[in-house]
């Protein structure tokens, strides 16, 4: 890996497509197969789960469940909110 490389342009240039699984006509790769690449990468990597009220989920009556969770690599941080499916 060159040093000048970002974080995404090393991971987006990795083939996952055999690890990649079919659900409700949506192609995804599985949360344990794309943290074991992350990891593979970066060693030093690691996420957080956002708790609300001690919950790892927020609730609102009108939208529904939302999860989150920050992925730390080389002190970049990035965040991503998923609606629960």
């Known amino acids: 890996m060159n040093n000048k490389e970002s974080i995404w342009d090393v991971l987006s240039s990795i083939n996952c497509s055999k690890h ?9 790769l599985s949360w344990i197969w794309a943290w074991g690449i992350v990891k593979k990468t970066y060693p030093s990597a690691n ?10 989920y ?27 499916m």
């Open 58 to 84: 927020l609730y609102d009556e009108k939208l529904g469940y939302l999860v989150q969770t920050t992925v730390s690599i080389n002190g970049e941080k990035i965040s991503m909110q998923l609606p629960v």
């Open 20 to 28: 990649t699984e079919k659900k409700n006509g949506l192609t995804y």
């Open 47 to 56: 996420y957080e789960v956002t708790m609300w009220d001690g919950k790892p």
